[in-house]
């Protein structure tokens, strides 16, 4: 059974870097087939698709933050990780990592997710 | 705005059957079978339905179906129990440069 966990800071200061990292086990990062995401869920809405990275290192960004977002992969230690830059208050949410798989289409199993607030 | 447009909420008594709509584009639900849809529980995360419109992952009960018809994709919940109560979101696949797109969700009130 695939198991994500996300880890990172509950607590952001405004214009910094939001980091967070998904550990995974039951499942190697590197098997093919799989992408490896982060999708997030601002306070009562619903959700967005942030972004996802191949174990080649291939990335897909949502657009609306293509400028702002960089996932990186850590084969070694089968993890992956999330860095969103200038962040504001606007940014707080749920964020989750997730599995896509590609032949379905879908994101089959995710972490049970990571509340980062922006604030001073 | 979501890319995919859902009913904010719908309602249903048990035993009954309710049905929710996902409308998308050619670009989206349309053009793709790569309609899925999340279950999601307060403070929970979400969890995985439906996959490719109209399959369902190993364990989830064969009470919840897919379907599609042009650009709109539904969720029929059928024999609705008290613990199907909660929010439902709709995906797709998209060929423009936001490749997964979802729904807005939408709350199953089960009164």
């Known amino acids: 059974q695939v198991q994500l966990q996300e880890s990172g800071p509950g607590l952001v200061e405004p214009s910094q870097t939001l980091s967070l990292t998904c550990t995974v086990s039951?499942?190697?990062?590197?098997?093919?087939?799989?992408?490896w995401g982060w999708i997030r869920q601002l306070p009562g809405k619903g959700l967005e698709w942030i972004g996802y990275i191949y174990y080649s290192g291939s990335t897909y960004y949502n657009p609306s933050l293509k400028s702002l977002v960089t996932i990186s992969i850590g084969t070694s230690k089968n993890h992956f990780s999330l860095r969103l830059s200038s962040v504001t208050a606007a940014d707080t949410a749920v964020y989750y990592c997730a599995r896509y798989a590609m032949v379905q289409g879908s994101f089959d199993y995710w972490g049970q997710g990571a509340l980062v607030t922006v604030s001073s | 705005q979501s890319a995919l447009t859902q009913p904010a909420s719908v309602s249903g008594s048990p035993g009954q059957s309710i049905t929710i709509s996902c409308t998308g584009t050619s670009s989206d639900v349309g053009g793709y079978e790569y309609v899925s849809w999340y279950q999601q529980h307060p403070g929970k995360a979400p969890k995985l339905m439906i996959y490719d419109v109209t399959n369902r992952p190993s364990g989830v009960s064969d009470r919840f179906s897919g379907s599609k018809s042009g650009n709109t994709a539904s969720l029929t919940i059928s024999g609705l129990q008290a613990e199907d109560e909660a929010d439902y979101y709709c995906?797709?696949?998209?060929?423009?440069?936001?490749?997964?797109?979802f729904g807005g969700g939408t709350k199953l009130t089960v009164v």
């Open positions: 995906s797709s696949y998209s060929n423009s440069n936001t490749l997964v797109v």
């Open positions: 039951g499942g190697s990062i590197t098997s093919g087939g799989y992408y």
